[in-house]
């Protein structure tokens, strides 16, 4: 069976990770299929320069989702997919980070599938490792975390989200789409059991211009998302291994200008 990325094979679907943001974390695969497409649906957050990638006359369809406001609902998405599949074109649905990492990419495969139609998956640098990378946290260490886990912060209601075990100490949890719930998220952290002394790191813009790595408390996570006035995107770690990196410790900052001594 031929390559998908076959110019020959016309009429299929390449789902693209485009990474945490910057071009140069792409993959040479995800460079090839953007340069072989006919037409791009991506996501809001796409670097307008890995849109740029693809040849110059290729549609770029936006299908930009916010918080509580989609473009599209995700079946609009797949069906628009779908449709441009059967006029025979190559079609790459580009999205932040993996695809396979809450980016819903499990939800198009079907579709696409169902529809009798031919997929690819191209996976992505998530935003979890390509953010820790730029700020020097490792994610595991055989000091400090022996297990990582992924979560969404605003997933079908925090509430309903069980995440017993999966923080504390000798463990690493990332925490997606958590900022607007970030005080939520400490509290329900720390009625699990989580210290309120644990380190807790908020990567904003990761891989981007004008990132961010702030680190502080568990116990003062909402405090200073709200003070630090922590924007989207960004994801939240919490767990020991925040104390090797090169996040600034602003709950320190802010005990020496309560001492006197920082201006």
């Not at 918080?67 to 779908?82: C, G, K, M, S, Y």
Request: proline share 5%; aromatic share 2%; net charge neutral.
């Amino acid at each position: 069976m031929a390559s998908l990325l076959d110019p020959s094979a016309r009429g299929r679907v390449i789902l693209v990770g485009a990474g945490p943001g910057d071009p140069g974390l792409l993959t040479v695969r995800a460079v090839e299929a953007l340069k072989s497409a006919d037409i791009v649906v991506h996501d809001g957050l796409i670097d307008p320069r890995v849109l740029d990638i693809a040849p110059a006359q290729v549609q770029r369809i936006s299908v930009a989702k916010q918080r509580a406001r989609h473009t599209l609902p995700q079946e609009a998405i797949n069906a628009l997919i779908v449709a441009h599949v059967k006029t025979g074109a190559i079609v790459v649905r580009l999205k932040g980070g993996d695809p396979f990492i809450f980016g819903r990419g499990g939800e198009e495969v079907e579709a696409v599938r169902a529809a009798g139609l031919p997929v690819e998956v191209i996976p992505g640098v998530s935003a979890a490792l390509g953010c820790a990378a730029e700020a020097m946290l490792p994610l595991t260490h055989r000091d400090h975390s022996s297990a990582v886990s992924f979560v969404a912060g605003q997933c079908k209601g925090l509430t309903e989200q069980d995440w017993s075990g999966l923080a504390g100490k000798g463990r690493t949890l990332v925490i997606y789409m958590g900022v607007a719930t970030a005080a939520d998220i400490a509290d329900k952290l720390m009625r699990d059991g989580v210290a309120p002394e644990m380190p807790v790191a908020v990567l904003e813009r990761g891989t981007l211009k004008g990132s961010r790595a702030i680190r502080t408390l568990l116990a003062d996570l909402g405090s200073m998302v709200e003070r630090e006035k922590v924007a989207s995107p960004a994801i939240i770690v919490v767990g020991e291994v925040v104390e090797l990196s090169d996040a600034e410790d602003k709950l320190g900052r802010w005990a020496r200008v309560a001492e006197g001594s920082f201006a």
